[in-house]
């Protein structure tokens, strides 16, 4: 009679929350979602959080006035991230609590990773970095929030470090993370907490991101500006030296700026010479077009740790079509996430088939609100 209580429902009542308990930095960032259905490939617009400025009052607020209604960003919904599973017979005939432990823990657990991967990566959209010492020293940690501080991130809100972990294991050795009392709301987060210090609180995750740099830079590598006027977003370097890929994520300086640029796509290197696209857009001109660029190198092993305000990325999901046709199926929501829970039957197998998915988008909504700490120990 068991199989009998073992619905798309009850699965899907059940696996929201595990989702919730297992998932790490998805916790901590914006989570702006929509009610609406949405297919795969389309977008998805969610409210911005606001950003005002504070003027000096100069006797004439004509033409100052901020608007505060038009502060949505469009998300794309292309990402499914599904487990199908094949359920036996004999998974069928367990009580709920013990398919709860064989089925749903383990889909769910594994959906978290994805998810926390997907947003991990999003350190490929911030320009923004401090490096570590040969081991992470609490001078690194106050050098980021010096960072974070000179971007004006605001203080009287939480915000989150989020430490690899070859990261974490020298920070626990460290005499200020001794103690700390743990946080968190849920089980991964007070599991993976740190504690609260320095005004964040921090957090290990085994998905932090290592940056790709082409194997056949050794170091870090320079070239020559072209001739730009500041506001651009793209320009041609030659006299890289040699041929290969600028990759998305890279961080770069121009000699006369004091300004971290981060390449924005894939740039091939060919003649010695690449157009890259970037973020911030070029803050100082290059008149002479021989400034130099030097292009940051990272190693293999180095670690991309994040320290954030959650205003800084986004994890947005949307309800999917249920099936039609044999399989059962159910799109649940629970504190705006949705999972869509299917089952199947294939007669040529005789096999029982269970997905669970989730479609999602992620977006980093402003760079300005976080900073990378790379960590190459």
């Not at 740190?194 to 290990?204: K, N, Q, S, V």
């Not at 044999?326 to 096999?351: E, F, H, P, R």
């Amino acid at each position: 009679m068991a199989n009998t209580f073992i619905t798309p429902q009850v699965v899907a009542k059940l696996a929201l929350p595990t989702l919730l308990n297992n998932w790490v930095m998805a916790g901590l960032v914006h989570r702006d979602y929509a009610k609406e259905f949405r297919k795969v490939g389309n977008t998805v617009r969610i409210r911005k959080p606001t950003t005002l400025t504070a003027i000096e009052f100069d006797g004439d607020l004509t033409g100052e006035y901020q608007n505060i209604t038009e502060g949505y960003v469009d998300v794309l919904l292309d990402t499914v991230l599904v487990v199908p599973t094949e359920v036996s017979a004999k998974d069928m005939t367990l009580d709920i609590v013990s398919f709860n432990t064989q089925v749903i823990e383990p889909a769910m657990q594994a959906l978290a990773q994805k998810v926390d991967l997907k947003l991990a990566q999003l350190y490929k959209d911030i320009p923004y970095y401090e490096d570590c010492e040969a081991t992470t020293a609490i001078s690194d940690i106050l050098n980021a929030r010096r960072v974070q501080n000179d971007l004006k991130v605001p203080f009287n809100t939480t915000k989150y470090a989020v430490m690899s972990p070859l990261t974490t294991a020298s920070l626990l050795v460290l005499e200020a993370f001794r103690g700390l009392d743990k946080t968190g709301s849920t089980k991964a987060l007070r599991e993976a907490s740190l504690g609260r210090i320095f005004g964040y609180e921090f957090f290990e995750d085994q998905n932090i991101q290592t940056h790709v740099t082409d194997a056949s830079i050794t170091a870090d590598w320079a070239g020559e500006a072209a001739v730009c006027l500041a506001g651009v977003t793209s320009m041609l370097v030659d006299n890289l030296g040699a041929d290969g890929t600028i990759y998305k994520g890279t961080i770069f300086t121009i000699a006369g700026d004091t300004t971290q640029y981060v390449v924005t796509a894939d740039a091939a290197i060919s003649g010695a010479e690449a157009t890259i696209s970037f973020y911030p857009a070029l803050a100082v001109a290059t008149p002479l077009g021989t400034e130099v660029v030097t292009f940051h190198k990272t190693l293999t092993t180095s670690k991309e740790n994040l320290m954030f305000h959650k205003n800084a990325f986004a994890l947005v999901t949307a309800p999917m079509a249920e099936p039609i046709g044999g399989a059962k199926g159910v799109t649940m929501n629970y504190k705006g996430l949705t999972i869509n829970v299917v089952y199947d039957y294939v007669s040529a197998q005789m096999k029982n088939i269970m997905t669970f998915a989730i479609l999602c988008g992620f977006k980093t909504l402003t760079p300005e609100l976080a900073v990378r700490l790379y960590d190459a120990s």
